[in-house]
Every structure is written in structure tokens, then in C-alpha cells.
């Protein structure tokens, strides 16, 4: 494996050209057994490029404004019961603590479950579904990337597991068909409307395998930014208090109360966008990212090249069937590139002439360059130092909605509450695909007056 560090190692690595690395070979083993055939990795790239434009076309700004109240309503119904003195004492102070990871991560899945994925997934979310999806997860290992078929368990579980999941999926499709209700917002509905470009449908199969990908995709990394985010605020309640004072000045009302989130008023709340970046910049739920590569790919000089005179004007060559990893991580903590790169600060987001304003722009630029791989004209970001949502033709089709989802829960809940860290900002777990906070990871709460 050739692991390329740095703006130009990404660049070298997620901006290569589809003769030269391949998403799909390198995962296909890890996703397909978890997501189910004929979808993402285990179709040619341009079938995948099509399927991520199904899923765009259902991620609308009109369906974006109703994931707003959807998301407020399902995060405030989980401060109200299981934040509640009865499930959770507080101190002679007044102050209840909840652990971060556990409760935003079923909150990610009650949020992501209301509004991508349909009201029957929502009303499915029983400890039933919950065991299937543990099972399904534990798919998502390390060892699974290595070793895809083990005769284990979890193996075992997991493709159990999978066949029911589908079957589950297949289920909905079929009375949908049957019944006259509406479910505009969801992805589902907009699946079924969608076509390839030969003019064949989605099969009932592949819509069941897309969604089971979005639900396993987005669920790591949403409860894993949130809870990051939440870690850092009740660490840091001075700029808890400057969101919750943006709160008051953007949505006030005379009496004192608070006027409901929208979906355009959230995207103008410059302390709340610089909070989700800046926890995207130091804990990217995707530190790593791998490429295989199909064809022998030439180093350019300006990445690496052999030292010593005995080498002038010779170049690294990686070999057809090498693995190639980026790690965007790494440039977004480099203090070659950013001011006190190890410490969590919103506020460098909000200087117009800083590192991160120009990491920003150049991986949102919206006068820049497009570059359309099938599924909507999108910003390349693969020369930026802040990856977040990672870069090129597999950048995160989940994006937008990720920092709606994001934005509505920790707006939701610095009104609600006020919040202090038990213990510190904990390490991170390196061990799990996903970079999740270790243990302990406590956040005490106090209702605001």
C-alpha cells in the first residue's frame, strides 16, 4: 500500500483518473456483503454515478425545509423523555448527564430514519430493527476489509442480517405500490421514480440495497460529528453561549420565546456553520480513504521522487494492483497550514482571510471549478487541505443533508439546555472504521430557565 500524504498526496490520489484507481475494487468486499448486491461498489462506476443521482434528485430544498421541523420535533421529543428528571436524576445543582455517543447516535437514527428514509422505517424502530442493525454493523470492521468471508459469527449475523434488512425494504416498496398515501420527502419515493439511462427502472432489489446504504453510511458519521460537536461545546461554553445568543438574535421573538428553525435562516448562521466545520476539520468521521489502483500510475516529481543524483529525473511508478490510501485527516490538522491546528476554534472559520476561509473556498467554491462525474456539477476540493466529505467523483453524495441534520440538532439543543463536560474532550478510537470518540465521554446538561 502507498499511503500519499498532504494536499498533493489527496489530490494525487482522489482526483485520479478512472484508467488509473478504483473505488470500487477497493471496496466492493467491505460494502457489498453490509449494502447488498447491484449497488455502490458492486456496480461499474458509471452505475454507481447514476444511482447517486437518483438519490440527489430526492434531496431537494423543498424536501430539505420539511427535514428541518422533522428533525427539531424528533430532537426535542428525546430532550423531553429521555433527558427527563424521571430517566435522568440530577445533582443538588440541577445538572443531569447523558453519555454523548450513545444518545446522538440514536438520535442520528430516529432523525436520518423520519426524514430519508420514510415513515414506516420510523415506526419500524423497534428493538428488533435495532438487532438488525447491530448485526448489520458489525460488518463494518476492520477485520471485514481484510478478511471478507470468515466462517464467525459475526459473519454469520451479518449476512442474516442483510437478507432480512432487504426483505424489510422489499416489504414497503410492495404496499406502496398497493396503497394511495404520500411520502414526498422521502428517498424512497424519489427512487421509484427514477430511470437509468437505458430507460430501466430501479428494481425493487436495488432501491431495498440503496437505502440500506444510506442508513449504514450516514449513521457512523452523523452520531459521530454530533457528538464531537456537543463533546466540545459543554467543554467550551463560551461558544455554547455565542450559539445560543445567534439563536436569540436571529430567532427571538418580543415575549422572550424563539421562533422555529427554517431551512434558509439556518444556513445564514455564520457560529453555528463555523462550529460544524471546524469539528469536521479536527475529527473527520473518514480519516482514510482507499483507491486501487488498475493501472501503473507514474509519482509526479512534485508529490515524491528518488533522492541522490544517481536518481535526477527518474519517478516513483506504483504498480497495477497496489493499494493506494489519501488521508485528508492529516492536512486538516498540519500546523504548517493552520493556526494552533490542534485546538478546537469556530472562530477561524470567521476570519474572511484565513487558512480556513481559503480551505473553505477552495473546496466549495462556487465560482471555481465544476466538474460533473454523472450526478450534478460539483466542486472537485481534491487540492484543498479540508476534505471533510472527502473529494472528486465519490465525494459524499449525503453532504447538504449532513449539515442540515447537524445544524437543527445542536441548534435544538443549546436552546434547550446548557452544557459542561464531565470529565475532558476524549481521545480518539482509532480502532473502529469510524473515528468515534473513547470512553468516557459524558456531558452534563441543565435545563435553560
Known sequence: MTVALGPKGSNFILGGKLSQVSAEDAYTHLT????????V?????????????????????????????????????????????????????????????KTLAQLTILTASRTLQGKEVRSSLDKSFADLYQDLDGGFTPINFLFPNLPLPSYWRRDRAQKKMSDFYVDIINKRKTGNQEHEHDILAALATQHYKDGRPLSDREMAHIMI?????????????????????????????????????????????????TYEEMKDLPVLNAVIRETLRMHPPIHSIIRKCIGDMVVPTSLAAPAGKSSEGQSYVIPKGHYLLACPAV??????????????????WLDPTGAAAQAGTMYNDENGEKVDYG???VSKGTESPYQPFGAGRHRCIGEQFAYVQLGAILSTVVRSMELRIEHRVPEHNYHTMIVLPKDPCGVKFKPRA
Not at 436571529?250 to 421562533?259: I, P, Y
Not at 492536512?331 to 477561524?348: E, F, H, M, S
Open 41 to 101: 461498489y458492486d456496480v461499474p462506476n458509471h452505475v454507481l454515478m447514476e444511482q447517486k443521482k437518483f438519490v440527489k434528485f430526492g434531496l431537494t430544498t423543498e424536501n430539505f425545509r420539511a427535514y428541518v421541523d422533522m428533525i427539531t420535533e424528533e430532537t426535542n421529543d428525546l430532550i423531553r423523555k429521555d433527558l427527563s428528571v424521571a430517566a435522568c436524576p440530577r445533582d443538588s445543582q440541577g445538572w443531569g448527564r447523558f453519555h454523548a455517543f
Open 375 to 377: 450526478w450534478g456539477a
Open 331 to 348: 492536512a486538516q490538522v498540519d500546523p504548517l497550514i493552520w493556526r494552533d491546528a490542534q485546538t478546537w476554534d469556530p472562530l477561524r
Open 32 to 39: 457489498t456483503p453490509v449494502f447488498g448486491k447491484d449497488v
Open 213 to 261: 446504504a444510506l442508513l449504514m453510511a450516514g449513521q457512523h458519521t452523523s452520531s459521530a460529528t454530533s457528538s464531537w460537536a456537543l463533546l466540545h461545546l459543554a467543554d467550551r461554553p463560551d461558544v455554547a453561549q455565542m450559539l445560543y445568543e445567534e439563536q436569540v438574535k436571529s430567532f427571538g421573538n418580543s415575549d422572550g420565546t424563539l421562533r422555529p428553525l
